[in-house]
């Protein structure tokens, strides 16, 4: 079974730019997170996503943020404008639907997201 | 609002000797998880170890074991017989039991260095 797979690994771009990373979850999971932990601090959660309804977005720093999920598979996460303070790796995770306890989250290995 | 505090950002053992990487956390609630996920460098985040908090039993998984406190609110991960491969940054994480969708806090990590 493959796992949580994101795209690019690495992306740098300028300052004002705008950057798209992508998800793609575990075939099935019905749940997927984004999180996102900048240098030094803790990894901190972005929104969540069921199927392709937000369920939570309170983590999410400002309206350069946008987050989709097409059709419940894979989602993206673009950033517009770019600002110097969004550098960090983000995360995504998926998890099983609710019947399922107790619901692991599984991980993604991040984007590394450097803007100069 | 939960918060989980990993007060040593770096740790260091020989290999095949015992360490421990301190968590601590707070909340308000009585029914909640905790983690801790291990990240090697460049590589995806995997779930160690997990503890719920009405399970009194501290949870083991081979080499790894917990010293769950629960009234302390402190959550410490054992590592025995240390191996090179145990080298990582492991993050310490909270989750609430209370709502069906819940999200991972987490703490600012300890970078574990193991030498030979």
């Known amino acids: 079974e493959a796992g949580v797979t994101q795209f690019p690994s690495h992306s740098v771009i300028e300052k004002g730019q705008t950057v798209t990373l992508r998800c793609d979850p575990i075939?099935?999971?019905?749940?997927l997170y984004w999180y996102r932990r900048v240098m030094g601090k803790e990894i901190k959660f972005l929104l969540h996503f069921v199927k392709e309804s937000k369920q939570d977005e309170s983590g999410m720093p400002n309206n350069r943020f946008l987050a989709e999920r097409t059709g419940g598979t894979y989602s993206t996460l673009k950033v517009q404008p770019a600002e110097l303070e969004d550098s960090g790796v983000y995360f995504c995770?998926?998890?099983?639907?609710?019947?399922?306890?107790?619901?692991?989250?599984?991980f993604g290995p991040g984007t590394r997201l450097t803007v100069t | 609002a939960q918060t989980v505090t990993q007060s040593q950002p770096e740790m260091s053992v020989q290999e095949a000797e015992t360490v421990t990487l301190s968590c601590t956390y707070d909340t308000s609630e009585s029914d909640y998880y905790l983690f801790w996920y291990k990240q090697p460098p460049s590589r995806q985040m995997i779930l160690v170890i997990r503890q719920e908090a009405y399970k009194q039993q501290n949870a083991t998984e081979n080499r790894f074991s917990v010293n769950f406190q629960k009234a302390a609110k402190s959550f410490s991960l054992k590592i025995s017989d240390s191996q090179l491969g145990d080298a990582a940054m492991y993050f310490c994480a909270y989750r609430s039991n209370n709502s069906g969708y819940s999200t991972l806090t987490f703490g600012k990590g300890t970078m574990l260095l193991v030498s030979p």
């Open positions: 075939s099935g999971h019905d749940n």
């Open positions: 995770a998926s998890s099983q639907a609710r019947t399922s306890k107790p619901r692991e989250q599984y």
